[in-house]
């Protein structure tokens, strides 16, 4: 069984910082993906930030410049560093851990609020 929990959301003005964290548990592929996404009441979720096992990128457009995401393979821990966030970027984040063909995980989310 594998389990994901994230902390560091939380209620910002705009311009300001978050870090997002999220430990996974478990039996766990070496190889995998994890990653960030996002929902906003009423829309569907979209992906965030994701960062390969061997360290690869990559990030919406909208949050190129502003988020970089992070990991530690050893702790099976990724990060989010948000920075300038903006209004539009409130939404419940998920943390997402996959690998093929069938591991999906998710992480119960994380609120983050930014305020104008």
């Known amino acids: 069984q594998v389990r994901l929990v994230e902390s560091g959301g939380g209620l910002v003005q705009a311009g300001g910082s978050l870090r997002l964290s999220c430990a996974a548990s478990?039996?766990?592929?070496?190889?995998?993906?994890m990653g960030w996404y996002r929902q906003a009441p009423g829309k569907q979720r979209d992906l965030v930030a994701g960062?390969?096992?061997?360290?690869?990128?990559n990030y919406a457009d909208s949050v190129k410049g502003r988020f970089t995401i992070s990991r530690d393979n050893f702790k099976n821990t990724v990060y989010l560093h948000m920075n300038n966030l903006k209004p539009e970027d409130t939404a419940v984040y998920y943390c997402?851990?996959?690998?093929?063909?069938?591991?999906?995980?998710w992480g119960q989310g994380t609120q983050v609020t930014v305020s104008s």
């Open positions: 960062i390969t096992s061997g360290g690869m990128t």
């Open positions: 478990g039996s766990i592929l070496s190889t995998n993906t």
């Open positions: 997402n851990l996959r690998w093929p063909v069938t591991a999906n995980y």
